[in-house]
Every structure is written in structure tokens, then in C-alpha cells.
């Protein structure tokens, strides 16, 4: 990958490599300049077959976010209270002994595992987080997915059969785009991989197409919309079913080519007879006529897709709201088909096979020892990780395992789960920085930056709006004994193995691969059904673990070689060669290899759904005299982990009260507010703009910073938002926290 050397530099060679993105989904294809191991400048790679030269401000600071001095470079251990510098093999003995004496003791089901976001960006997140869990045993899983999307994978999965088919909004093609809850412009889209969303929104103006844009705030994306309606917080369940409603009510249900793979349609009538817009309007702030217009505007469109994100997700009824999202898209008949919501085809998931019902999707196969919460996706909720570790009795997390995560800041009640951190018996990381959750850790294991590891999408090649293949080597070698990420994770879950810290962690992959193979040759349906399997491991690539485990499934994938079986098929080698990835085209309907459902079709209906419909009528009525809060993300951040860069923090990316002015006006508030949650209370600057609806502000979140190595995030530290917000209420069927529509007080101060 490495290509010509750069002119001009006379007495260093710096040279180029391309490198995709992981900052965000937008997966963009950068070209690095290197420079004596550094990257020196990152440009947008104008031949990259999905994002065609596209960048953000995040993925132009790519060299000072790789070179950041204070990531970590060497592992750090406890000792006397403090973490100091360790070497790699006395670090991996720490966590032998630590983990090895707690599980001695209690058994590996009581470690907890907590993985972040950043694991959706990462081979290592893809391919070896499952490995440690399942080297744990444990059933106290838990990750950013119950901040996030679990709502989205909650509905995907009863409706579907399947909660990792995305139905992805056709942005491309699409003549009528609903944008509920989401700031792409911001953003740059999440569960929809769009390169430069931003353009393709004016292309879709450009072409004559509509963009509505549903939320509270005047955003960037609202600005670029031809309709921008702005409801209250926490009512786009109620505002999509009121949107149903007139579906049925004027007769515009259509489901087109879906007809005969549908079921439910029905019972969704009679779920939304109860909310005609006038019913829902007061609630979500919007005249019932804006409703209706709304409805009008999708099913009249040749094409349409709603899309919706954190703003449907992550609050009160959000798995209605995710649920409603993809009813309207099914109503309408969009789902499935081009410019509609389409399902994108992942070159790492296994090859089509006949279409066929599923086990359907089942959530509550335990649940949590505390307060009952039922699992969904073999996790638990997030905001259920302070009291698993600190309530004592049978069953307690006695050690946890954190992997690229900041739940200390990104979960509600942050100062709790720190002290909750503090109290177990043993704590491992694995992250670059110190920071706010991390500190709390007995060893940190600091992957390499970004430009030493390799990249493969393992988790957003299930969501692009173009199917794809690519793939980035390390643009920059390893340092000599520094291990990568897989060979982290690797090595912990050997020790879970009991096969010790110095094991070889191609041990973990030859195992996945054998496993995988004994049983794809044994399906008959699968495309290598009856092979050898022993001489298929013999096919493989001889290379790195991760290497031969992309490999394996990439060739047993839709697009494979099937082992020779296609010549002309997706192989590892074959990306290695297309250094610009491979295009795999438009997306195409698959809705039957997609269904796993018990009765085969889309049950648009599922019995929990339909049951918590009880639970929102019963909010309809509910007013409330308090403000409410939403939160808010700056194109220049990420989370809580990109304050730290100097040409990333500062100007308008700040911990910010926005307020309206009359609202302002009203409370005496000028240029700081104090702001009262249900968990406690801040104080905030103030930024006052009519971007913002009137009775709603917003804070970002992933502030908050405090007692870390990060010095440039250390100057202006903000306020954690998440402190306001004690956890309690939660999204019930997807355990999903509600972060966005939290009732606070403010005054001036
Ligand atoms: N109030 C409020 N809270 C929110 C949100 C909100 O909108 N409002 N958003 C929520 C959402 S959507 C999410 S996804 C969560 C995120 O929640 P988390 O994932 O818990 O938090 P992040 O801030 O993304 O932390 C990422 C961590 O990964 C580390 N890291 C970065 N790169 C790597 C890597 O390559 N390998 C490893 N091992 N570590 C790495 C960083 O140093 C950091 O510690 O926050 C949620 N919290
Ligand atoms: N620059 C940048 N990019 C990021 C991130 C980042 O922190 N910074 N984080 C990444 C992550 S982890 C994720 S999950 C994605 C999230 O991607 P998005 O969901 O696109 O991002 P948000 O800014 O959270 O957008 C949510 C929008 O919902 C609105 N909203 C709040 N409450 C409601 C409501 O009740 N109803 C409606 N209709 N709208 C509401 C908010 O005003 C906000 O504009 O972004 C990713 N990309
Ligand atoms: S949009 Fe996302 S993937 Fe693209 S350059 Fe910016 S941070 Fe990287
Ligand atoms: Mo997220």
C-alpha cells in the first residue's frame, strides 16, 4: 500500500499510504503522508471506490490524533496506588494474576466486560471482544449499544428476525427523505455509512427530491431541509404512529411489492387507530395538519425513506420509535426496494441461504441480578453496570474488563460507576488514554495508534449505502515487541483459556477457524458444504491471525472465492490488491434472505411492541412544567475522546448550554445557567440561539474531564452532562438509557 515517495522532503523519505478512517461510520478513504513513522497530513483518497476524496475536520487531524503525546506508549500498571509504567510481559502477568485470583475465586461468569464505541471501528472490536467474553463466560455484558441503538436492533430483530439487518435509508436514489431524530450534516450519519451525507442532501434537493428533518433543535441538517418540523422531546413514537394513523385513515397504505411478505398490517390499523394526529399534536408540540402533510409526503413519493437516530433511539419509547420508523417505511411500500430503506449486503456475513423462517428474535433469556432487567443481545443495560458491581450477594462482578470505553463519562451517573470501579476486586483496560474510567483500571493495555493498525469495517460493513470491500494494512509498522490490538485481546483470552500470559495468540484464531469451518463444510447449504475442512484452513493466507480470520470470511462470504469455487470472487488478497477498495454496487432488494422470522414474513406487529403502545398512551396526557434537555454533538468531537487535540477542541466546540432567547429572557439567564437533572446539578456556560425550540436545551456530552493524563482536554474540562441523569429511566424493552428528553430546572447564575 505504501506508494510513491512524497517530493520535496529532502533529507527525510516521507512517503504515502491510504488508510481507512475509524473516527466515524462515514468510513472515509484517507491518503497519509508518513513521515519518518509519523503521519504528517491526511487528504481525502479522491480514487476510494465509497467515499471518493471526501474528509471531515476529525479525519484531517488524523497525524494529531495518531501522534497525540499523551496516548499511551508502554501498558500501565497498579502499584502502591499508583499506575505506573510497565513492560508488555509484566503487564499481561499482572492481568493473569489479578483476573486468574478472581476467577480462582468466583468463577469468570463474575467479571464483567464493558465495551465502547470504538470497537464498532476496529478489527480487534470485530473479531476479539467476542472471543474474551466467551473466554469469561459471562453473562454481565454490557457496551455503548444501551446508549445508543439497542432500540434499533430490539425492532430489526422482532420485525426482521435478525436485530443486524439495518435497514439503511437509499440516499442515492431516494425522492423523499424523513430524517427523524438524526444530525448527519454533524454527525456524518451512524447506522446509515454515508461518505459526505452533507452532499448527497444537496444532490438530492439538487434532483427535485424533499428532505424533511424532525428535531427539537435547528440543526445543521435541519437548515439544508424543505421542511423542518421541530417537536418536543421524546414524542416521535406518538408523532409516528400519528403518522400511521393517517396512512390507514386516507387510505394511502401501499405496500407494493412487500404485500404478500407482510403480516400484521392489521393489528398495526387497530394500534394506531387510537392516535390520529389531533390525539398526538398537543403532546408532540406539532399541528396535527403538519402531521398529516407528513404522511401525504411520504406515501405520494415515487421513492421515500424514514431514518431515524439517537434523537428516536435513545429516549423514553425509543423502541417504538425505531420500531414506527420502519412500519412507515413497510406502509408506504419502501422498505426493500431502491430509494426506500434498503438492506445492505455485508461482505463478511455468511453467503445467502434459501430463504426459510427463523427462531425469530427472543429477548430475556436472563436477566440481571439486580433490578430484573431482561438481556437483550446477551447485554445488559448500561445504566445496570453500578449496581451489579457494587450491590454484594451471589452473582456479583467481582472484576470487570473495559475495552475501548469512557463509561464514567458516556453513561448516566458517572461518579457512581467510578466509585463502583474503585471497589472491585480487579480492573483491566484496554485503551490509548487515561482517562476518566480507565483511571480507575489495576492494568491498562494501550493499543497501537490508528496508523499501526490494520483496518477492516467487521461492524459498518453491515450499514453502507453502497456495498463495498475494503481494506487498509498498517501504514506504519509496530514498533518492535509493542503487540496490536488483536494480539491484546488475544492474549487476554488465552488467559481466560487457562492457557497463560505467554501463550501464542494465533492459538485464538486457528481455533475460530477451525470451529468455523467444521461447521460450514457440515451445512449443506453452505457454499463449501462436504469440503475437506483441513485443506481449506490449508487455502487460508498465511499472515497475521486477523489476516487469515478476514480471509476465511471473506471468502466464504456472499462476494467470496468460496474456495476456489469462484475464482473470480472476494478473497483478502484481492483488497490487498485494490488498494482503493472494491465497489460491490447499489444496494439490491434481499428482503428474503434477510427474513428469519417464525413466520417467515415481516411481522410488522410483534406482541412487545404492540404492548408497550399502553405505556405512551398513558404519556399523552402528560405535561410538564420543567425544561427539557437533549444533547448535542460538534463535527470537531467524537464522544468524550477528542478534546485532547488542539486543532480539534476550542472555537465553537465547547460545553454549552443552547437555550432559546425568550426562554433566556424569562429565567434572567445571560451568560451562565445552573441546570437541576433528577441526578444532580451543573453549571454551564450558556450559548443563546433560536435554533433551539422553545422549552428545550441541549449540552453535549463526552465532557466532564477530570483526573486524566489528557493536558490539552485538562484546559477546558466542561461539564459531564451525564451527571444530571441518575440512570433510572430507560427505554424498558431495549434497556436503552433515555439521554435525550430529561426534565431539568435552570435558573441564572
Ligand atoms: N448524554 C449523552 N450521553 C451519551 C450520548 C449522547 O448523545 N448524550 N451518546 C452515547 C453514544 S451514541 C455512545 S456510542 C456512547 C459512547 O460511549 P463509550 O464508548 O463508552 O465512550 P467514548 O467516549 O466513545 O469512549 C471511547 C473510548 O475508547 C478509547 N479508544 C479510542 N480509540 C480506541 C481504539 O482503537 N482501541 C481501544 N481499545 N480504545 C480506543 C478512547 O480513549 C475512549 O476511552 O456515549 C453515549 N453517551
Ligand atoms: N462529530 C461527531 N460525529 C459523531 C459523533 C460525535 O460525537 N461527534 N458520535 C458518533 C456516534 S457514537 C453516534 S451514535 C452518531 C449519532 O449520530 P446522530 O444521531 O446523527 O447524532 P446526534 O447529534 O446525536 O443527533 C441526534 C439529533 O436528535 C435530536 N433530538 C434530540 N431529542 C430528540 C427527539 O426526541 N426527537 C427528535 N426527532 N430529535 C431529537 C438532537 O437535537 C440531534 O440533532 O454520531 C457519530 N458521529
Ligand atoms: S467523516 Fe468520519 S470517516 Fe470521514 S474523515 Fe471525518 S471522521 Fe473520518
Ligand atoms: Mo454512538
Redesign the pocket.
Known sequence: MTEAPVAGSSTHTAHTALRICP????TCGLTLTIDAGQVTAARGDRDDVFSAGFI?P?GASFGELDGDPDRLVAPLVRRNGELVETTWDEAFQAVADGLGAVIAEHGGPSVAVYAG?PN?HTIAGGLYVPVVIKGLGTRLTFS?STL??MPKHLSLGLMFGNPLAFTVPDVDRTDYLV??????L??????ATVADFGGKLKALRKRGGRLVV????R?R??ALADRH?A??????AA?LLGVVHTLFDEDLVDLGALADHVVGVEEVRAVAADFAPETVAGHCGIDAEEIRVLARGIAAAPSAAVY????????EFGSL?SWLVDVVNVLTGNLDRPGGAMFPQSPVSSAPRPPKPGRGFRTGRWHSRVSGHPEVLSELPATALAEELETPGDGQAKAIITIAGNPVLSAPDGERLGRALDGVDFMVSVDPYLNETTRHADVILPPPPPSQSAHFDVALSATPIRNNARYSPPAVDLPPGRPDEPEILCRIALILYGLGPFADPALVDEQVIAGTLAKETADPESPVAGRDAAELVGMLAPGRGYERRLDLMLRLGPYGDWFGARPDGLTLARLVDAPHGIDLGALRPRLGEVLRTPSGKVELAPEPLVADVARLAAALGRTDDDFVL??????????SW?HNLPALAGGSNRCTLHIHPDDAADLGITDRARIKGPGGELEAPVEITDAMRRG?V?L???WGHAGTQQTVAATQPGVNVNQLNDGSTIDPLSGTAVL??IPVQLAPC
Open positions: 473516527f466515524c461510520e462515514a471531515c476529525k464505541n464498532a455503548a445508543d441503538q430524517v427523524i431524530g438524526a444530525n448527519p454533524v454527525s456524518n450519519g451512524s447506522l424532525i428535531d427539537p433543535a440543526t441538517t435541519a418540523l417537536p418536543r422531546p421524546g414524542t416521535d408523532l431515524g437516530r439517537m434523537g428516536t433511539s435513545t429516549v420509535g437533549i444533547g448535542r454533538r460538534h463535527l470537531r468531537s467524537n464522544n477528542m428545550v441541549s453535549p456530552h463526552g435525550n428528553g
